[in-house]
């Protein structure tokens, strides 16, 4: 574990939930950061500054993500955006002084304000990741940081107007080889009221994805740590970034007798490929180089095509469309960690065209 950044997370939730909530039409949901962060070290800290009177309805979800709530109370008529800027910039430098075992400090926001200190912790040899949302996020910020993550692009955010099936819903299926288990990445509690850990939300069909079986929970962990890292990922690394997402994951609640025998088990699916790693029982795991990936973008492809009267496919509901054509249909085995980010994919392949259009998305065939 020594060599393991530890990281401080400090959010400046305003600025994260109105961003979230004005420019991509949804409320600001923490597990993709903590998904993110999971994938580059051990969180250490974790604060959220507000002044809390005003996001009531987000005290849940933060304190269930074990987030230290540092209020920031304003009195009528004085500026509350700036007195939880100073308070989180103070505790972020005291921090960086007092905690030598901090190696990384993961600022949420997009404000300019927050150069400076992004500069100061750098300066400290610290280093910095960034996250804000994209459309409210100053032009100045992202340069400053090692590095910056853009919310909107982080799995499992999924703006209005792109929804699918598996954006919905926070419950745990059942557990057991080929079943629904339990999701590190999509587990997050949601700020509906008292969800049960059982609970099949809406209606959705039980098949429903959202929370991820063992085949999506591992791939999309190693495309996360295959973008993140951009070395090889060992099975240990693995193992301790999937207990950081989810601290109860266990093999053996998926009828495994250890870790090894769960990747063997995948491998013989083709969901992973194994290979000799740079220790003896510690493999190196890698997604396939197609994976599947050429008949699903084709199965997309097709979709579109035959759905397309000139003006594009609207995103929302098209997931639902390949599921008619292909039963059971999930982008998350692939690596995906949403359907929009699968579209995205297929894109950047040249097979579909993905466009804005007004609130939402719409997909057309090249």
């Known amino acids: 574990m020594d060599d393991e950044d530890r990281i401080a ?27 993110a962060l999971a994938e580059r070290g051990r969180v250490v800290t974790r604060r959220a500054y507000a002044d809390w009177s005003y996001f009531d309805e987000d005290r849940r979800m933060l304190t269930r993500n074990h987030v230290e709530l540092i209020e920031m109370t304003q009195r009528m008529g004085a500026s509350r955006k700036n007195a939880a800027d100073i308070k989180m910039a103070v505790d972020a430098v005291e921090t960086a002084y007092e905690r030598d075992y ?32 994209r459309d409210s996020t100053s032009t100045m ?33 059942g557990r057991g080889r080929g079943s629904s288990a339990k999701g590190g990445g999509s587990s997050a509690p949601t700020q509906e009221p008292e ?12 098949t429903d994805d959202s929370a991820p079986d063992l085949a999506s929970l591992v791939a999309q962990t190693v495309s996360g740590l295959q973008r993140s890292s951009g070395g090889a990922v060992t099975a240990s690394v693995l193992k ?11 093999e053996a609640a998926y009828g495994f007798r250890a870790f090894g025998e769960l990747l ?43 759905l397309d009267d000139g003006g594009g496919v609207a995103l929302s509901g098209l997931k639902d469309q390949l599921r ?33 259009k007004g609130s939402g998305y719409v997909v057309s065939a090249p």
């Open 9 to 35: 997370l400090l959010i400046d939730y305003e600025n994260l939930a109105l961003g979230s909530r004005d420019h991509l039409g949804v409320p600001f949901d923490l597990r993709p950061v903590a998904d």
């Open 102 to 133: 901090i190696t990384t400090f993961a600022i949420c926001t997009g404000d300019s304000d927050f150069t400076p200190l992004v500069h100061k912790l750098r300066e400290l040899n610290k280093r910095v990741i960034g996250f804000g949302v």
């Open 141 to 173: 910020l992202p340069p400053a940081c090692d590095e910056f993550l853009y919310y909107d692009d982080l799995d499992g955010v999924v703006p209005a107007g792109a929804e699918d099936t598996s954006s919905r819903g926070s419950g745990r299926k």
């Open 195 to 206: 969800p049960t850990e059982d609970a099949d939300d809406g209606g959705e069909d039980a």
């Open 240 to 250: 301790r970034t999937l207990v950081r997402k989810d601290s109860t994951f266990s």
């Open 264 to 306: 063997e088990h995948l491998s013989g699916r083709g969901i992973i490929d194994l290979s000799a790693g740079p220790a003896k029982g510690d493999p190196e795991v890698t997604l396939p180089e197609e994976g599947g990936r050429p008949e699903a973008f084709a199965l997309l492809r097709q979709t579109v095509s035959e």
């Open 324 to 356: 008619t054509r292909r039963e059971g249909f999930s982008e998350k085995p692939l690596g995906y960690g949403s359907f929009l980010q699968f579209a995205k994919g297929a894109d950047a392949a040249g097979l579909v065209q993905l466009r804005r």
